[in-house]
């Protein structure tokens, strides 16, 4: 392994902007933990091989997609999510906001405006001081189980179904649009999984309350982009079946008001090595649909971890690897959801014991040392932007 660098931090007043801030670190540890919500389809899998067999390509020296991160910290605490701001925001142009909602507020009658000052309009005004782009991504299930409702739902008995949690779903959202103005705003995460999870009546649901949420954004006049996302490796079928490819035409079907499609992808978990992944595994679930995409989560781990076993190496070669699936589609962006490690052993309990698997997904460590993924990163941010 090469040796690694401490990156260097920029130390900036913080007074005003911290308290402020420090709400969001409690709301972040759901989505801390929600890329857990592959977790239960990824026991027992079998990695599958073969390689590409495209050719290789000469390096591209442009890119038309920007590039991201999750404000996620390695720790729960403010300075950390600050640092993690800092020193992302000189090799990203976006930062995604992905959160289960804030049920408990909203059904209690606190109301979404309130919610937002309280929450996230003082994190938006930090990560738009460093020069960063804002998206959004509703989660309408469990992140930690997709065939499940929220857990604030779950815990006051209540239900997405339910025509007045829909309403305030879909309040929140324009609340949302109109306060925060995303450049994008996703409506619902991983909707194949959630179609192949969950209850026929809870996807049911998800799909009544998304498109409600897209027609109530159309009849506001709010031009930012609305999408879904869908999970790449149910598609392909790695996380659960035979292995075999089963698309995305039912969400396409479902979420007719998508102008751009979101992709969550997590390919260790189904292939050895980033160098197997096809050359059509992003532009295959398109289906010849002439529709944008973005990357709105994913990684690869790069420590070795129960049935995965990965390096820093396989992840700097699968940053490299994915620079060239997104030339094959027409991206406008890729969300990286972990810039540093998560510290496992300084996060409350419970702590959930699969967590290590997805821990390592950052481009330094907990402490914000450097990993050789970094590199490859700032390799593909430095191709000229020409979006």
Excluded at 206 to 226: E, W
């Amino acid at each position: 392994m090469k040796t690694m660098k401490t990156c260097a931090v920029d130390r900036e007043e913080q007074s005003s902007s911290t308290a402020p801030v420090r709400d969001e670190v409690d709301l972040q540890r759901r989505r801390l933990l929600g890329v857990l919500g592959l977790a239960p389809l990824v026991v027992g899998m079998v990695a599958c091989g073969g390689g590409s067999g495209d050719p290789a390509d000469p390096p591209t020296a442009t890119r038309i997609w920007k590039m991201g991160f999750f404000p996620t910290p390695p720790r729960l605490d403010v300075s950390a999510v600050l640092q993690g701001v800092d020193l992302f925001s000189k090799r990203a142009e976006l930062v995604l906001i992905h959160e289960e909602l804030p049920w408990t507020d909203l059904l209690g009658g606190m109301s979404p405006d309130a919610i937002l000052d309280r929450d996230k309009v003082e994190l938006v005004r930090y990560v738009r001081s460093k020069g960063l782009r804002l998206a959004f991504m509703a989660d309408l299930t469990d992140g930690l189980s997709r065939g499940e409702e929220a857990p604030q739902l779950r815990q006051l008995g209540r239900s997405i179904a339910e025509p007045a949690v829909q309403q305030a779903y879909r309040g929140y959202v324009l609340a949302v649009a109109r306060k925060l103005e995303p450049d994008f705003i996703g409506l619902a995460a991983e909707t194949n999984l959630i179609r192949i999870a969950a209850p026929a009546s809870l996807y049911a649901a998800v799909v009544q309350a998304a498109n409600g949420a897209a027609a109530d954004l159309s009849a506001a006049g709010i031009a930012a982009p609305r999408l879904v996302s869908v999970q790449v490796e149910a598609a392909w079928g790695v996380l659960v079946g035979a292995g075999e490819y089963v698309g995305i035409d039912g969400d396409v079907r479902d979420f007719p008001f998508t102008e751009m499609l979101g992709l969550s992808s997590y390919p260790y978990f189904g292939f050895d090595r980033p160098e197997d992944l096809p050359i059509d595994y992003y532009s295959r679930l398109f289906g010849g649909r002439t529709l944008p995409g973005i990357v709105v989560e994913g990684g690869w781990a790069s420590a070795s971890v129960g049935a995965v076993s990965s390096s820093p190496d396989e992840q700097a070669r699968y940053i490299e690897r994915q620079g060239r699936l997104l030339d094959s589609i027409d991206a406008r962006g890729v969300i990286q959801t972990l810039f540093a490690d998560l510290d496992v052993a300084s996060l409350p309990p419970p702590v959930p014991a699969n967590l290590p698997l997805f821990a390592s997904l950052g481009l330094t460590d907990s402490e914000f040392v450097a990993k050789p993924a970094l590199a490859a990163w700032d390799a593909l941010f430095a191709r000229r932007l020409i979006s």
